[in-house]
């Protein structure tokens, strides 16, 4: 009975935290093991995941298709500092944004909705 009694304890134990982790959002950038993440990683994971704080604490969930990368605004690319999406530079027209303030330094970036 004394076993039973602990993996009930084990079970509620997870299912609280995962339940807690579920619904907490995504923290961008991350850095993670000296690597800073800008959006969802698989690192050391078969399933893409993020931090839930800044520097990664031990606390993360799994990611879903709302944790897409964040655009940041205003940014530089070239010499020049954009306040929303831009086509500048990117060969196929299509809008693009920063997704640190320095494009020119990180060269992070993801491609903008296509209605803009």
Not at 4 to 16: H, K, M, R, T, Y
Request: with cysteine; glycine share 4%; aromatic share 18%.
């Amino acid at each position: 009975m004394e076993k039973l009694a602990a993996w009930v304890s084990l079970v509620l134990c997870v299912c609280g935290l995962k339940a807690a982790f579920v619904n907490s959002t995504c923290v961008f950038p991350f850095v993670y093991n000296h690597v800073t993440y800008h959006s969802c990683t698989s690192a050391y994971s078969s399933y893409d995941w993020c931090s839930l704080d800044k520097k990664f604490q031990g606390r993360w969930r799994y990611c879903t298709g709302n944790d897409a990368p964040v655009c940041v605004f205003p940014f530089f690319f070239r010499k020049k500092l954009f306040l929303r999406c831009t086509k500048e530079g990117y060969i196929l027209n299509r809008s693009w944004c920063s997704l640190t303030k320095n494009y020119n330094h990180n060269r992070k970036w993801k491609q903008c909705s296509p209605y803009q």
